[in-house]
């Protein structure tokens, strides 16, 4: 096996089809251009007797990107029992005046956002509505466990999922056809694979970290559920167990078990530029989310597959990295109730199979009743990977911070670059996580 110094220093619809995803965008969490000015929160008339208020529902998104956004807006139009207005602002704006909306005395009703850290830290806070009725008979008692334990905060639900993308190892049917190899599910039999293409003059995997060194967290992540398991993991970024411990250093030696099969020029691509490599037939594999499949040429797009990072320790319970959207209900709302209906109604099979229809959104229905027959085959394998996982997990930043990824960015891109220096980046990472802690 070789262990040489890593990355050459001695990464039309393809919900319905094969084209490509340029075009889509998910429910929640969108950003784009030419939306016009920012929308601040409206809490409706601001007066009315109790009945005009209790009709009005305050939906505050950050989608902004113009097919989404209309979709959002034409499956609202199908709620009947409310007056719905719906105020849209760049995510970056979202994102800073989050804080201000969910304190404010009339704070919008029902709003966009992700699944995780950030949920539950307001829900600490006591700022979101308890909207675990509809787990228990609504319409989101039919979702999977791991998407129940994904929106629960000391044992009561404040999220209502309605969409999430799948990251795994992508690659091409045919070029795996042609090398004569095939996915695997143990990390032995992963580490043989990544052997077998480098003897065949192929970069077994690669990815993008030129400005992009979040994108080192996505082999982070893996690495940790498969070997300490997703709670750790969740732990571990809410500052519950050290960077510098044993655990962590076992997930650093399995990542320095991969370093010499990345392509080299993986430290100098972005992550588009780290799928062309796949597309020459010149690497394999790709570690990377479903957004990412745009990146390949059109006539490719039939042609990808994917399979989860392997197992390496079978006692530890299945996760997967599954970055979830959907909707809170905030505990100042003039209407909590309604929005907490209206968030049941998007949560709704028929809510999510018109807004994936209108929006051409590539992304996961969480609603086991969504008519799927039409989805593309690569679409099918995604869902029922995620169907049949114990436990779902966001990306490093979303289940812990900005603050926490800029921390990971650091120490992995130093790690990547000189991997025996282990020890001392763990206890730095360590001494820099404390500090975005104790803020």
Known sequence: MNHSSPFGITRRNLLLGSAGLAGSAVLTGCVGAGAGPAAQPSTGTGGGTPAEVAREVVLQSNMQDAGPRQALADVIGGVSDFDVTINTVATSQFRAQLPTYLTSNQAPDVLTWYAGSVTNSFAEEGLLYDVSELWESGNASGFSDALKDLSTYDGRQYFVPTNYYWWALFHRTSSFEEWGVSAVETWDEFMGLLDNLQTRGVAP???????????????????????????????????????????????????????????????????????????????????????????????????????????????????????????????????????????????????????????????????????????????????????????????????????????????????????????????????????????
């Open 205 to 439: 995997l690669t990815t993008g970290l030129a400005n992009n060194a979040w994108m080192a967290a996505a082999w982070f992540d893996y690495l940790d559920l498969r070997v300490n398991g997703a709670d750790f993991h969740r732990e571990l970024l809410a500052g519950q167990h050290s960077f510098n411990s044993d655990e962590v250093r076992a997930v650093m030696a399995r990542y320095a078990e991969i370093l010499p099969y990345f392509h080299p020029d993986s430290l100098s691509w972005d992550p588009q530029q780290a799928a062309a490599p796949i597309a020459r037939n010149e690497a394999a594999m790709y570690l990377v989310g479903t957004f990412a499949t745009a990146y390949w040429p059109e006539d490719q797009q039939s042609d990808l597959d994917f399979f989860s990072v392997p197992t390496i320790d079978p006692s530890i319970p299945s996760a997967e990295e599954a970055p979830t959207d959907g909707f809170m209900v905030a505990a100042n709302a003039r209407n909590p109730e309604g929005g907490k209906a209206v968030a049941d109604y998007l949560a709704s099979a028929a809510a999510q199979q018109e807004f994936i229809e209108k929006a051409v959104s590539p992304n996961l229905p969480t609603h086991p009743d969504v008519d799927t027959a039409g989805f593309s085959p690569l679409i099918q394998k995604g869902l029922e990977l995620l169907n049949g996982t114990d436990q779902i997990t966001q990306f490093f930043n979303r289940d812990s911070n900005d603050e926490l990824q800029g921390t990971a960015d650091t120490a992995l891109m130093r790690f990547i670059n000189a991997p025996g220096d282990v020890d001392v980046i763990l206890a730095d990472w360590q001494t820099a996580a404390e500090q975005v802690f104790s803020q």
